[in-house]
């Protein structure tokens, strides 16, 4: 689900004459004492600000668009076609349902500043609960919702390159060749790293589609590279295998070049059409990227780094990317690129906020007017922390489903547990080093899935990802890893030296997030299978990795700067702001208060000790 409202986007090439003072809707407060006092102080200074975020955003943007929800998760689940969330108020009160199930996971302190930026603000308290815990609970349903259209969408049972079986070359880097499975994907799993290398130019691509009210032929695209084939041309044939199952063979009308990365993206649509919410339509199988090499590239499939696509169908997501050692210049540092919604408006709304506790370390946080965390910042012990979503069904709000599985008719889309940045709020009132910070994000369970880099100024490197543990996998839903950690295959889990790590919005390590199951007719795979951050996070990953590749010079802030302000690597529409964290110097280096936040220079906050 796109949640945002269109709008002119300024262009990147404008930085250098941007204007030398930050943007007016930029602000920085300080605030001391209990927690009450400090929600009270927030509340009071941006009175104005968090009352119009509240209407601009929730009332205006979000409610209509999480709305457009509401027919496919009440066919699932009867509750939510009854009365109390009719007539527009269903995304105010599903949303106001988990936040009251979240409520009392939040403890004594949380609560008590939220009833500090309510009294402060004049907004509810109930208004300033929704207002602080509806970006998890959003993006649960919102996933939710995700999963179930995309569930009744074509499925690709196969991928098959004709011919690699036969060509006396390993396909696969697995070290033999001519395997009877080489070059076949059967059943297909969305790959992470390239799915076959040193094809022969004239290698055709099978796709086998399948799907319950069947697939539409006309519905069928495949591009290769920049070129797009359609229904009709005769690079592509089709065969109905069965009903349901529709064969898509496509032959290259030239020779591919040699020696050369191509990027195959599948989707179609079947013959069903969806009248509500309108406008009628197919459900489209998301976008499916196959990347591949042809004979004299010479690269391991592992080793190919997606190429930066020029037609504007990728919206780059969050990603981090934390430096120290011989990497750094001058100390670790930790670069934090977050984009999710801005319909128009966030960026009206910013806010960096020091916190002053009665107890605990002093830190500082980006963020937005009435919100009590950010999703990034440093304390004055020198941690650093940066969170991005990660899609996962393995989150409280299936999880509250399973619990009722007994009677789905009565059942509810509930939340628990901690939103993100509450998460983030623990990590910077508790953690003296990035191990201890990894540690406080185990302790408590999200509401949805994150991934969180955690620094410090002694060069403590490390990545938590989380998810609910809705389907008790073992692991309490914690899966962390450092530069040096490998996977199986002995690969680097998401680094390129020691020194570093790059972190996009899906999970690397926890790749199973899920269990494959069956829940009332309903698909639940893991968050490869569906999730729309997990090809645009490959691609952010590949591409920033080549920018910190090619960089001979241990890197510094304004590199890191630069890097955030990127075009290959900005959200136009929803970036939301960039942050570069100098944990050495406990200083924030923030761009924000604009679409896109790198647009506007970066404005150093120091940390006061």
């Given at each position: 689900?796109?949640?945002?409202?269109?709008?002119?986007?300024?262009?990147?090439?404008?930085?250098?004459?941007?204007?030398?003072t930050?943007?007016?809707?930029?602000?920085?407060?300080?605030?001391?004492?209990?927690?009450?006092?400090?929600?009270?102080?927030?509340?009071?200074?941006?009175?104005?600000k968090?009352?119009?975020?509240?209407?601009?955003?929730?009332?205006?943007?979000?409610?209509?668009?999480?709305?457009?929800?509401?027919?496919?998760?009440?066919?699932?689940?009867?509750?939510?076609?009854s009365?109390?969330y009719?007539?527009?108020?269903?995304?105010f009160?599903?949303?106001?349902?988990?936040?009251?199930?979240i409520?009392?996971?939040?403890?004594?302190?949380?609560?008590?500043?939220?009833?500090?930026?309510?009294?402060?603000?004049?907004?509810?308290?109930?208004?300033?609960?929704?207002?602080?815990t509806?970006?998890?609970?959003?993006?649960?349903?919102?996933?939710?919702?995700?999963?179930?259209?995309?569930?009744?969408?074509?499925?690709?049972?196969?991928?098959?390159?004709?011919?690699?079986?036969?060509?006396?070359?390993?396909?696969?880097?697995?070290?033999?060749?001519?395997?009877?499975?080489?070059?076949?994907?059967?059943?297909?799993?969305?790959?992470?790293?390239a799915?076959?290398?040193?094809?022969?130019?004239?290698?055709?691509?099978?796709?086998?589609?399948?799907?319950?009210?069947?697939?539409?032929?006309?519905?069928?695209?495949?591009?290769?590279?920049?070129?797009?084939?359609?229904?009709?041309d005769?690079?592509?044939?089709?065969?109905?295998?069965?009903?349901?199952?529709?064969?898509?063979?496509?032959?290259?009308?030239?020779?591919?070049?040699?020696?050369?990365?191509?990027?195959?993206?599948?989707?179609?649509?079947?013959?069903?059409?969806?009248?509500?919410?309108?406008?009628?339509?197919?459900?489209?199988r998301?976008?499916?990227?196959?990347?591949?090499?042809?004979?004299?590239a010479?690269?391991?499939?592992?080793?190919?780094?997606?190429?930066?696509?020029?037609?504007?169908?990728?919206?780059?997501?969050?990603?981090?990317?934390?430096?120290?050692?011989?990497?750094?210049?001058?100390?670790?540092l930790?670069?934090?690129?977050?984009?999710?919604?801005?319909?128009?408006?966030?960026?009206?709304?910013?806010?960096?906020?020091?916190?002053?506790?009665?107890?605990?370390?002093?830190?500082?946080?980006?963020?937005?007017a009435?919100?009590?965390?950010?999703?990034?910042?440093?304390?004055?012990?020198?941690?650093?922390?940066?969170?991005?979503p990660?899609?996962?069904?393995?989150?409280?709000?299936?999880?509250?489903?399973?619990?009722?599985?007994?009677?789905?008719?009565?059942?509810?889309?509930?939340?628990?547990?901690?939103?993100?940045?509450?998460?983030?709020?623990?990590?910077?009132?508790?953690?003296?080093?990035?191990?201890?910070?990894?540690?406080?994000?185990?302790?408590?369970?999200?509401?949805?899935?994150?991934?969180?880099?955690?620094?410090?100024?002694?060069?403590?490197?490390?990545?938590?990802?989380?998810?609910?543990?809705?389907?008790?996998?073992?692991?309490?839903?914690v899966y962390?890893?450092?530069?040096?950690?490998?996977?199986?295959?002995?690969?680097r889990?998401?680094?390129?030296?020691?020194?570093?790590?790059?972190?996009?919005?899906?999970?690397?390590?926890n790749?199973?997030?899920?269990?494959?199951?069956?829940?009332?007719?309903?698909?639940v795979?893991?968050?490869?299978?569906w999730?729309?951050?997990?090809?645009?996070?490959?691609?952010?990953?590949?591409?920033?990795?080549r920018?910190?590749?090619?960089?001979?010079?241990?890197?510094?802030?304004?590199?890191?700067?630069?890097?955030?302000?990127?075009?290959?690597?900005?959200?136009?529409?929803?970036?939301?702001?960039?942050?570069?964290?100098?944990?050495?110097?406990?200083?924030?280096?923030?761009a924000?208060?604009?679409?896109?936040?790198?647009?506007?220079?970066?404005?150093?906050?120091?940390?006061?000790?």
């Amino acid at each position: 689900m796109r949640l945002l409202l269109l709008l002119p986007v300024l262009s990147l090439a404008t930085l250098a004459c941007a204007p030398a003072t930050p943007p007016p809707t930029r602000e920085t407060i300080v605030v001391t004492g209990s927690a009450y006092d400090r929600g009270l102080q927030h509340g009071t200074a941006l009175r104005s600000k968090i009352r119009s975020f509240y209407t601009t955003l929730l009332n205006n943007s979000l409610y209509p668009f999480l709305s457009r929800e509401q027919p496919d998760i009440a066919g699932l689940l009867k509750e939510y076609d009854s009365d109390r969330y009719k007539e527009g108020r269903f995304a105010f009160e599903l949303l106001l349902d988990s936040a009251k199930s979240i409520e009392r996971d939040l403890g004594r302190a949380g609560r008590d500043e939220l009833r500090g930026i309510a009294e402060g603000s004049g907004l509810t308290y109930e208004q300033a609960l929704v207002l602080n815990t509806f970006v998890d609970t959003t993006l649960a349903v919102r996933g939710i919702g995700l999963a179930i259209r995309q569930g009744r969408a074509p499925v690709i049972e196969s991928v098959e390159f004709l011919g690699a079986g036969a060509d006396q070359v390993d396909n696969d880097g697995d070290g033999s060749s001519d395997e009877t499975d080489e070059g076949v994907f059967r059943p297909y799993d969305p790959p992470f790293f390239a799915a076959a290398v040193e094809l022969d130019v004239r290698t055709r691509l099978r796709v086998v589609f399948s799907d319950a009210d069947g697939v539409e032929p006309q519905t069928v695209r495949v591009r290769v590279n920049e070129a797009l084939y359609l229904h009709g041309d005769p690079s592509l044939e089709f065969v109905d295998l069965s009903p349901g199952r529709l064969q898509v063979t496509w032959t290259p009308p030239e020779p591919l070049p040699l020696a050369s990365q191509i990027t195959f993206v599948l989707s179609a649509g079947d013959t069903r059409i969806i009248e509500i919410p309108g406008p009628p339509r197919a459900s489209f199988r998301r976008d499916e990227e196959l990347l591949v090499t042809t004979r004299g590239a010479g690269l391991h499939p592992r080793d190919i780094s997606r190429p930066p696509l020029t037609d504007n169908r990728t919206r780059p997501p969050p990603f981090a990317v934390g430096v120290k050692g011989a990497r750094a210049a001058s100390g670790p540092l930790l670069a934090h690129s977050f984009a999710l919604l801005d319909a128009n408006t966030a960026h009206k709304h910013t806010v960096v906020v020091e916190h002053r506790p009665d107890n605990g370390p002093p830190y500082l946080t980006v963020g937005w007017a009435g919100i009590v965390y950010g999703l990034s910042g440093l304390n004055s012990r020198g941690v650093g922390v940066a969170c991005n979503p990660s899609d996962t069904l393995d989150n409280s709000v299936v999880g509250s489903v399973l619990s009722q599985a007994a009677d789905l008719s009565k059942a509810k889309l509930l939340a628990s547990g901690l939103p993100a940045g509450f998460l983030v709020k623990r990590v910077l009132e508790r953690a003296g080093t990035a191990a201890e910070g990894a540690a406080v994000l185990a302790e408590d369970s999200p509401v949805y899935g994150w991934n969180c880099t955690v620094a410090d100024d002694q060069g403590g490197l490390e990545v938590v990802e989380l998810d609910s543990d809705a389907f008790k996998q073992g692991q309490g839903g914690v899966y962390g890893y450092g530069p040096t950690d490998r996977d199986a295959t002995m690969r680097r889990f998401s680094s390129l030296t020691d020194d570093d790590l790059i972190v996009g919005s899906s999970y690397t390590r926890n790749r199973d997030d899920s269990i494959f199951l069956n829940l009332a007719g309903q698909r639940v795979v893991p968050q490869r299978y569906w999730s729309g951050f997990f090809f645009r996070s490959r691609r952010v990953i590949d591409n920033v990795t080549r920018r910190l590749q090619a960089r001979a010079e241990p890197v510094d802030v304004p590199w890191l700067e630069g890097l955030l302000a990127e075009p290959e690597v900005v959200d136009r529409s929803d970036s939301m702001n960039a942050v570069v964290l100098d944990l050495r110097a406990r200083t924030v280096h923030s761009a924000m208060g604009a679409v896109p936040a790198p647009s506007v220079p970066f404005v150093a906050t120091e940390l006061r000790p």
